[in-house]
């Protein structure tokens, strides 16, 4: 039996809106786990369920061997960040995190114990008496992680919390997530919609579309192997090119272009994917076309291209030296394409 | 330093304000000290006089009404009693009937805000008879429990705060749940610390209102024991003076000039409190 269950979750507002359907899934003890997906597909909505902010329609959540569906949420024993942090205005630093501690009971030195060890694991030790309107961005995160930290909790839940910070505050906090997560070994599902957050954070991604579960896997498993044409486009940057074409036994045709696929499939509807860094340019190549822009990245470059009326991407090295305007010629592997089926969207090989 | 002609404008005009609003009372301050022989003969006057003590403790001290048991010091205690009795149920009462109107979503929340809100149109003066009956009927006359249980419903104060507790963030409430705040302590641990300024201001103004009430308690009052200050000024020291028909003006001015006092510390107290909390923006 697995740390936290869910098994086929449902959420459907008053409004009749379905924002999560029949969703299932298996969270281990000690599990980074990060939710993505496009806003509105009811991550953050599933996340609140399992916290208790909101109401399951159907289905079961199991934490720890219990059911927790009708658990205060007081009495899950679960820890939520906000995305605005939602930190006590009128209390102290030391306060914010010691309400939940002194609400429980706890012995005031043990409390203080507790808010002074999480402090200082966090380097806010010297901000305890500071009110917080009078800090910063990334201090005030560090409060609102300090405030799950203290409860110790079965789960942390995080909810966006890291797209109010600026660009590289961001990417020292994710860091520093990830680190203090390793460290307590504490259960953590993390909500995001930014897919670098989640490659980097998650030892496993759950991608959800409209309420719907894509794909779960490791980072790489998602990469490599996206399930859905949804998950192969959201997940990677720049996006994974999708070229619609026409299967006849192994063979897509795009324009008039044939690409062999190296694999015995057959469809009328379907499109191939190949990301931008697995087209290799070569002057063997056996495909020509127009670089209709050229973006420098530094270490990279991406040239935008177009066969047919079909637009896609190639990330290569900028030591290649192509211009705007200028003919390139690359080649398509087949063991790096990605066959989905137009209707299903599903994956094909 | 110099100054821009705005702003030498904008200093006049604020000076000549402060002036209209201080002069008349310090011509009252100033005539309130002179004996009523100057005042009948002289008018009123603008420099202090040499019976401030005399006037003002005669005004705190002396009997009157027809009892002649009633004191000035009395009816300022009983204003007092009234005011801070309204003032604070009335704030006690809005902030917690807010709480459930914004916190609590069941059914009929909005139809019953209206319904409350619906009431700034029927002062106590329009509803002055069934009140009287209602309260006379429980027997609540000559009690300060009249003079106050009527009064402390306020439709004014339940939409203010109303208005200000749907600008706190929903996650506040969520955050707070998560620690284990029930409904209770999320409305003692967070709601009234973060309305602090507002609940100094509602104080502020009910206070006044509940001071300046002359109506309610003129019908509601046959004791004199019970009389507040502001039905005093039209009763107190009309009486003639030791035989002589000579107009206690000088009384009357100090009495004036006193009821004005609790009102104004209330504000001077509250003030600071109310400041500190417009300059700290928390949210």
């Known amino acids: ?188 599902i993390f909500v995001t919609h930014d897919q670098t957050e989640a490659m980097t954070l998650g030892d496993r991604i759950v991608v959800i579309n409209n309420g719907i579960v894509e794909q779960v896997g490791t980072p790489k498993e998602i990469y490599s192997k996206p399930n859905t044409k949804f998950v192969a486009e959201f997940i990677g940057s720049p996006q994974m090119n999708i070229f619609n074409c026409k299967i006849d036994n192994g063979t897509a045709k795009i324009d008039n272009h044939s690409i062999n696929l190296d694999k015995s499939v057959n469809n009328d509807d379907a499109s191939i994917g190949i990301r931008p860094d697995d087209i290799q340019i070569s002057d063997s190549g056996s495909i020509t076309c127009k670089a209709n822009l050229v973006e420098y990245l530094g270490s990279d470059m991406i040239i935008y291209s177009s066969l047919g009326d079909q637009e896609f991407s190639c990330k290569l090295s900028s030591k290649i030296d192509v211009k705007a305007g200028n003919e390139f010629k690359f080649d398509i592997q087949p063991n790096l394409v990605h066959i989905f089926d137009n209707s299903s969207g599903k994956r094909l090989d | 330093m110099k ?72 009816m300022f205690i009983n204003s007092f009693i009234m005011a801070f009795g309204i003032a604070t149920l009335k704030v006690v009462i809005s902030a917690m009937s807010a709480y459930a109107l914004v916190y609590f979503r069941f059914k009929l929340a909005v139809p019953i805000f209206w319904l409350i809100f619906i009431t700034l149109l029927v002062p106590l003066e329009v509803r002055i008879f069934p009140s009287y009956k209602i309260v006379s009927d429980l027997g609540l006359t000559n009690t300060y429990t009249g003079l106050i249980l009527p009064l402390v419903a306020s439709a004014t104060a339940t939409f203010f705060f109303r208005q200000f507790y749907k600008t706190i963030p929903d996650e506040l409430l969520e955050s707070a749940k998560l620690d284990g705040a029930n409904s209770w302590r999320f409305f003692i641990d967070f709601l009234l610390p973060l309305s602090k300024t507002m609940l100094a201001a509602m104080f502020i103004f009910m206070f006044v209102y509940g001071y300046s009430q002359y109506l309610w308690p003129l019908i509601m009052t046959t004791d004199e024991k019970y009389w507040t200050v502001v039905m005093g000024m039209k009763i107190i020291f009309t009486e003639n003076y030791e035989g002589v028909a000579l107009p206690r003006t000088g009384e009357r001015f100090a009495y004036i000039i006193l009821s004005m006092l609790p009102p104004v510390l209330v504000v001077i107290i509250l003030q600071r409190w109310f400041i500190k909390g417009l300059i700290q923006t928390e949210k």
């Open chain 2, 3 to 74: 100054f821009k002609p705005v702003e030498i404008l904008s200093h006049i005009v604020l000076i000549l304000g402060v002036l209209l609003m201080v002069l008349p009372i310090w011509y009252s301050f100033a005539t309130s000290t002179h004996e009523n022989v100057a005042i009948m003969t002289e008018g009123m006057k603008f420099f202090l006089g040499e019976s401030f003590s005399q006037n003002y403790n005669e005004v705190l001290n002396e009997k009157g009404g027809w009892s002649e048991e009633v004191t000035a010091a009395k």
């Open chain 1, 1 to 188: 039996m697995s740390f936290l269950e869910l098994q086929n979750i449902t959420k459907i507002y008053p409004n009749g809106t379905k924002a999560v359907n029949e969703t299932s899934l298996n969270i281990e003890n000690g599990e980074f786990v990060v939710f993505v997906g496009p806003s509105g597909c009811g991550k953050s909505t599933l996340l609140r369920m399992i916290a208790g902010l909101e109401d399951i329609t159907s289905g079961e959540i199991v934490l720890d061997s219990n059911i927790i569906n009708n658990i205060d949420p007081s009495e899950r024993d679960v820890a939520m960040v906000f995305q605005n942090y939602a930190l006590y205005p009128h209390m102290t630093v030391y306060n914010n995190m010691a309400y939940g501690l002194k609400n429980r009971g706890i012995s005031k030195q043990e409390i203080e114990n507790k808010v002074n060890d999480a402090a200082k694991l966090l380097e806010i030790d010297s901000y305890l008496e500071r009110k917080p309107s009078m800090l910063s961005g990334g201090q005030r995160q560090r409060v609102a992680m300090g405030r799950a930290i203290v409860r110790n909790p079965k789960i942390f839940l995080f909810d966006e919390p890291l797209s109010n910070l600026d660009a590289k505050l961001r990417n020292q906090m994710r860091l520093e997530i990830k680190k203090l997560q390793r460290q307590m070994g504490v259960t953590s």
